[in-house]
Structure formats: structure tokens, C-alpha cells
């Protein structure tokens, strides 16, 4: 005799939101790199238990993930009435390039829409779930919310402070070595390491080094392959999207580097001072664009530059520096995160270059904190990202 069988109990309303809402996160992630000012948004419109459309934001100027939803139910001829829509941040309530999303929620008909994270924009913040509930539409909110707000820290920290979240990025050996003491550093870490730090750079706006790493390495500081033929400059403009920024004092940056010569060259910003040589800044000029920033200590302002590149629209900026120019960041309290990657390796040596330098901390009391700690193994090495604690 066979035993009877057992009827799974059926999901909490709350299990059902969870798992809709993971979807949409999911759905939120594949606009990763494209969206930017814009923050990453993914939605599923779910009726009788089943998905009928599902939408993401794919690139800024374009439909929001609610609107992608609701035009793919549509298509797929799904009655929208009545439906509760899953989406990861709070719907957009005034025009901007595109109508309030809050209006097409309104005008379709919808029962419930389930919201992970509220809107930090101090400006829109909560004002979508009075106007949805005006309508007669519930609102359920801080499902997932911490999961929904961690996906955009670089939009959430730049569209309240207006200047960049900055990620460090640095790949060490054990003992914190970048190079050794005659600058060599090519291949510290593996593949899977590396590509991770290229996934980094997908989802900036900006990269980050100093002159020292122009000179030493000549990097490209690209993400996509270079393109060929004489599609190559046009490539460059549609393509290249990630800016490469320089910090040159003394403009010092060789007209041959890589970052001045290719053909990504108009996406490249020399920081100079005031105190740079005018005809090295007038060669520079001719190939990229040159900013002249204030001095602080004889250093180039940072906390100016972040400001001028929040202006521009810069939400995440990755440093990619060498030793000094990542304590510049870390140690001045500009960081938000820092990704270090650990080769299984030890350099030594007191000439040796290390991830970072500067003064230092002149007392325990004084070293920066990290919170939010994980560690993830890639292939042979080890990848920390930890957020920087609030001095």
C-alpha cells in the first residue's frame, strides 16, 4: 500500500513577494553598466499567481523597468487589470526624460505593487506609495530592502551627496605587495581575479590612476576590445562609455601613452595644476580634455575634483592608483568600499610597492575600519570587498 501522500502547504503571501522580488533583482542586474545616472531597476508583473510580463531598465533615456513590464504583458495580449507589479525601487513620480511611471501604474489598473527599496532622493523619497495609495492601488514596501538598496549604493550615495561613490581597487600578494622595486607587476593575480576587476569596471563611470601607473604601465584602462577599421573613432564615442581620469600635477603624461594616443583618447581626463608646465598642458589639451585643478598641500584638490565629477554626472569612480594615490582616497576618508584582491604570493622587500601607502596612521586608533566584510575565492586567489566605515 502505497503511503498517502502529502500536500505541500502553499506559500505565504510574503514567500510569494521574496521570490518575485528576487526575480526583479535579477532582471535589475543585467542593466549593470548601461543606466547610469540612472539607478538599476527590474520589475515582474505577476496576475493569479503567474508572471505576465517581466522588464528591466536597459539604459538611461530608455522605458523604466515598470513600463517594460506592462509593454511586454501587453504584447503577449495578458490582461494588466488587476495585477500586482514586483520592482526593486520605488517608481519614478515626476517627469524627467521619461513620464512618471507613477501615472502608467495608475492608468493600468493595478491591485498592488510591492516595492524593495524607497527612492533616497530626497526630493522623490516615499512620494510614490502616497500617490499609488491615492489611487486605490496597496503598497507593500522593505521586502528585500536591504538586498534592493545595496544594488544601487553607487546611485543612492552620488543622487544625495552629488559626488561619486569611490570603489579602491587594488590586487596584492599576501605581504600587500602591488610590484616590486622596479615596478614589475604583470601578473599578480589570475584570470578569475582579473576578470572580476573587469566586471568592476563594467559597472563604473569612471577609472581612476595616477601619473606613476600611466609611466610605469601604460595602461589602456578600457573595458571593451579595441574596435578596428575605420569604424574605430565612431566606436569610441558610442562604445567606450567608462572615463579614464589621470592625476598629472606636473602634466607629465608622455603623448605616446595609450590613454592620450587610442582611440578612446576623448574619453580621457588630465588632472593638472595650476603649477603645470603651460606647454606640456597645451599638448596634452590638443589630444584630451585637461582639467586644472586647485592645489591642497601641493597635491591636487580631491574633494574639488569628486565634486566637479558628480556635476558631470560621475555616480561610481573605481581607483585603480598606485600605493599613494589609493591612500590619497582611503586615507582622507573619500572611499566607500574597497575591493583587494590577495595573490597566494609573498613579495617582500622594503622597496617593494605597496596597495597602500602614504603616512599611515599614526596611532591603532586612527586605521581606517572596515564593515560589511566578504570574502569570495577565485581560482587560486581571494577577493575582499568591505565597506569603508564612517570616521
Known sequence: MNPRRTRRPEPSRQERDRRFLRLALRLARRGCGATSPNPMVGAVLVRRGQIIGRGWHRRAGGPHAEIEALQQA??????????TLYVTLEPCSTQGRTP?????????GLRRVVIGATDPNPRHRGRAFAILRRAGIAVTSGILARECAQLNEAFNHWIVRR???????AAMTLDGKIATATGESRWITGGPARAWGMKLRQGADAILVGINTVLADNPRLTVRPRPSGARRAASAAADGRLRRIVLDARARTPLRARVVSDAWAPLTTIVVGASAPPRRVAALARRVRVLVAPASRGQINLPWLLRRLGAENV????????GEVNASFLLSGLAQRVVFFYAPKILGGRGARRAVAGE????????????EVEWRRLGADWRMSARVAAA
Not at 512618471?100 to 493600468?108: D, N, Q, S, V, Y
Not at 559626488?163 to 581597487?169: G, H, N
Not at 555616480?315 to 598606485?322: D, R, Y
Not at 599611515?360 to 564593515?371: F, N, Y
Request: with cysteine; aromatic share 2%.
Open 315 to 322: 555616480t561610481h569612480l573605481l581607483v585603480e592608483g598606485g
Open 163 to 169: 559626488v561619486p561613490f569611490v570603489t579602491v581597487k
Open 360 to 371: 599611515g596612521a599614526r596611532a591603532r586608533a586612527e586605521c581606517l575600519r572596515l564593515t
Open 100 to 108: 512618471p511611471c507613477t501615472e502608467a501604474l495608475k492608468a493600468a
Open 74 to 83: 501587453r504584447q503577449k495580449g495578458q490582461t494588466v487589470k488587476g495585477a
